[in-house]
């Protein structure tokens, strides 16, 4: 899932959240029919609960955004079945930015980029890369 993030093939990602979040039962250590989740929660694996539960969080920020390129990309992997609208408050990126937005139909309609210290930060939103300044936390 974090790959196809990376590679920002957000509908191959999601397959793969869809299947770590299949609802199982299985508490065997026969993966064959593959992991999924269980009632509490936690990931079935395989291969460890860790990869589930804290991999599949990091790739759905890595789907809403990416700051490893030298700038903040606002939904780079977005999935079809999230293009309607949508909203995500706290994502951390590279450099302690904080990021709130929204967006309806697969575009960014507001954004926030918050930090300790007013910054100035490369962003791109709907495939336009500006240079911002931050918002004080």
């Known amino acids: 899932m974090l790959f196809w993030s990376r590679l920002k093939d957000g509908n191959r990602a999601y397959k ?8 199982t039962l299985a508490t065997n250590i026969n ?3 593959g992991g999924g989740v269980y009632p509490n929660l936690l990931s079935a694996g395989p291969p460890f ?4 539960n804290f991999g599949a969080t990091a790739g759905i920020g890595e789907m809403l955004i990416q700051s490893h390129a030298g700038f903040i990309e606002l939904l780079p992997a977005m999935p079809d079945a999230w293009l309607k609208e949508g909203e ?22 507001k954004y926030e980029v918050l930090s300790p210290v007013p910054t100035k930060v490369k962003v791109k939103v709907n495939g336009e890369l500006k240079e911002i300044t931050s918002s004080k936390l």
């Open 16 to 23: 793969l959240l869809k299947t770590i979040l299949r609802p």
């Open 88 to 109: 995500v408050k706290g994502l951390k990126a590279e450099g302690n930015f904080t990021i709130n937005m929204k967006w309806e139909k697969g575009k960014v309609t």
């Open 49 to 52: 609960q860790i990869d589930g």
């Open 31 to 33: 993966y064959g029919a």
